[in-house]
């Protein structure tokens, strides 16, 4: 089986989505709550999936001093979403990011489960993705049988999903653009590379304009939808529209 490792900020105005507040209609407090719903759907996905679920959470150490809240820790917080979220929350590891980069993170976190625990792959993933349904995690993971790694790319350059059979050298390897990066650190390790169809993440407001149109289109048809990102894009009011041939969003 695969290690899905969810790295999942605490859900806390500020921390997550931050530049959303600022180009978007959404408030802080919002994309928070936007934040906390794409986790959630990935808790279900993973744990729909074949896959073993770990979520790797940041704790208040590793996080700005004003954002730390003194009531309720990073642990609680991200524990609480997984006790309430999966129907048996015991399969769900939930342990403590490593690291002071992001990369660093990753690295430590895939480095640590291939060689100390044995694992035979390691997938990364963020709440950042709402369309990463169990499909496409089962997908990669046949992928992982003969690929060494296998990236899921994503606009901008980014990366969805990282999945790993072998470590690499992950010091510089989620440099924008990260798909390229990530390959040529795999290349230099001597690994093949396979790649998953292109998904949405959600970074700056026209990615959440991207993700608002899927989504309003998929719920119109019927289709499947990310459940409780999309309840969040109904009850908020957001819509998807274009002003001079670029994507906007408004809210009703």
């Not at 690291?99 to 895939?110: H, K, P």
């Not at 997908?139 to 059979?165: C, D």
Request: aromatic share 6%; hydrophobic share 40%.
């Amino acid at each position: 089986m695969t290690v899905v490792c969810i790295l999942a900020d605490p859900p806390r105005p500020g921390v997550v989505f931050e530049t959303l507040a600022e180009t978007s209609p959404l408030s802080e407090s919002e994309t928070a709550e936007l934040y906390d719903a794409i986790l959630r759907d990935m808790l279900i996905a993973v744990d729909r999936s074949g896959g073993d679920l770990l979520v790797n959470y940041r704790s208040d150490d590793a996080l700005p001093e004003k954002y730390v809240d003194t009531n309720e820790s990073a642990a609680t917080t991200v524990g609480t979403i997984v006790s309430e979220t999966l129907d048996d929350p015991s399969v769900a590891r939930v342990e403590v990011q490593v690291g002071s980069t992001f990369a660093g993170r990753v690295g430590n976190t895939v480095t640590h489960l291939l060689r100390d625990e044995d694992a035979q792959s390691v997938a990364v993933i963020e709440p950042t993705t709402p369309f990463l349904l169990r499909s496409t995690i089962d997908t990669a993971a046949m992928q992982l049988r003969s690929n060494e790694v296998v990236l899921g790319p994503s606009a901008g350059g980014r990366v969805y999903y990282a999945g790993f059979t072998e470590a690499i050298d992950f010091t510089d390897a989620f440099e924008t653009p990260a798909i390229e990066t990530l390959t040529d650190c795999a290349s230099a390790a001597s690994c093949d590379v396979a790649f998953l169809d292109s998904q949405p993440t959600i970074k700056h407001d026209s990615d959440l304009a991207t993700v608002i149109a899927n989504i309003r289109a998929r719920w119109r048809a019927e289709r499947v939808v990310p459940k409780h990102t999309a309840e969040f894009i109904i009850d908020t009011g957001l819509y998807a529209t274009s002003e001079d041939g670029l994507p906007r969003i408004v809210r009703n």
